[in-house]
């Protein structure tokens, strides 16, 4: 086993197995406030990776092409330069910039009695020291310890976050061991904003999800649509919309060449489901592909304004206030001390074949009911 530690503060570019390689560099955010940028590729996904915002992932690509939003770098902030309370608690949009957002832990969803929008995880810094790549012959792997601290200051959480990847492939795991260290019992209450809609998108596409459409529940009042799965071309104008949904499970997907590495890793006891984005010439597709006992919620998030913005959000519960999942007994309690482990995969493709082959797995779970 290989290991390459952040603290040693190489600014080379370091050599890996089958064209990998790994580099940082620093880059200042808008206000001056410096940033590190961790460069990781397989040979055939290129990768990075933000310390300063809770291992967050940045960007992605397969092979030459961006894979994830184009999104304005002034969002790329510290998090000492974005006051989560700032507009009504709304403040977490100032620095909205991940292909992979972490939102939560403390809540995913709407601010309000004494909670801000999408909580502080993609806000919390992860501790240096702890931050190193391992690689083998088989794969590489990033991890590190990320304390989750408030609003207020206060220590909520710490989260061992690890995103692995095989050499050549095209998916990385990213698992969260997340032990609550507040000091008394707290909700854990996260998810994640998935962007996997680059420049391949914006000629339109499709979501490709295991629901129907009448499942599909809009909110927030935003204007109805004849088809919530189409995505437009940005060209287009596009409200803001969000639907939210409780995905089926995917029987395929335990066929999956892609997912098959993985398995042992997840807790299967609820089965697994898969969301894709597609292109419309089925060139490109993003998606993602978790089991069920650890996001069995789902939402999209649709919008043209300024960005392109077509995501994917996994997540344990309802996008509603915290008293309403309460009532519903919807929210997960950590009691102190206490830990809880998740995972995600986030995958790329760009094979037509492949890309059919999945959206037929996940469209036969509506199928087939």
């Known amino acids: 086993m290989n290991k390459w530690l952040l603290v040693e503060k190489h600014n080379q ?32 996904m290129h990768f990075t990776v933000l310390p300063e915002r809770g291992l967050d992932i940045g960007e992605l690509y397969l092979g030459a092409q961006k894979m994830s939003w184009e999104r304005s770098q002034e969002y790329l902030l510290h998090p000492s330069n974005v006051d989560l309370n700032e507009s009504n608690g709304t403040g977490w949009m100032k620095g909205f910039y991940g292909a992979v957002a972490s939102i939560g832990p403390e809540l995913f969803g709407t601010p309000g009695e004494g909670f801000t929008l999408h909580g502080s995880g993609s806000y919390s810094i992860t501790a240096p020291e702890s931050i190193q790549v391992t690689w083998d012959d088989q794969s590489l792997m990033i991890a590190g310890k990320v304390p989750v601290i408030n609003r207020h200051g206060e220590l909520l959480f710490e989260k061992l976050i690890q995103m692995s990847t095989e050499w050549g492939s095209s998916v990385i795991l990213r698992e969260e061991t997340v032990e609550n260290t507040s000091g008394y019992r707290q909700v854990l209450d996260d998810g994640y904003h998935i962007q996997l809609s680059g ?122 206030r915290m008293s309403q999942k309460i009532t519903d007994g919807e929210a997960n309690y950590l009691q102190e001390g206490e830990t809880t482990a998740s995972c995600c995969l986030i995958g790329l493709s760009d094979s037509t074949m492949e890309i059919e082959n999945l959206e037929n797995m996940i469209l036969s779970a509506v199928t087939l009911k």
């Open 199 to 320: 420049s391949f998108m914006h000629q339109g596409g499709r979501y490709v999800l295991p629901a129907s459409q009448h499942e599909l529940l809009i909110r927030d009042s935003a204007p109805l649509e004849e088809d919530p799965f189409h995505i437009p071309s940005n060209k287009e104008a596009y409200p803001m919309r969000c639907y939210q949904y409780v995905p089926r499970p995917v029987d395929g997907l335990y066929q999956f060449d892609k997912v098959i590495p993985y398995l042992s890793k997840m807790n299967l006891s609820r089965g697994l489901t898969g969301e894709m984005i597609v292109d419309t010439e089925k060139t490109y597709a993003g998606y993602v592909i978790r089991p069920l006992f650890d996001f069995p919620r789902s939402l999209i998030a649709k919008q043209i304004d300024s960005s392109f913005m077509f995501a994917i959000e996994p997540c344990r519960t309802r996008p509603n």
């Open 13 to 44: 570019i370091i050599k890996l197995p089958n064209s990998g390689n790994i580099s940082t560099r620093l880059i200042k955010d808008k206000n001056g406030s410096l940033l590190t940028v961790i460069d990781i590729s397989n040979g055939r």
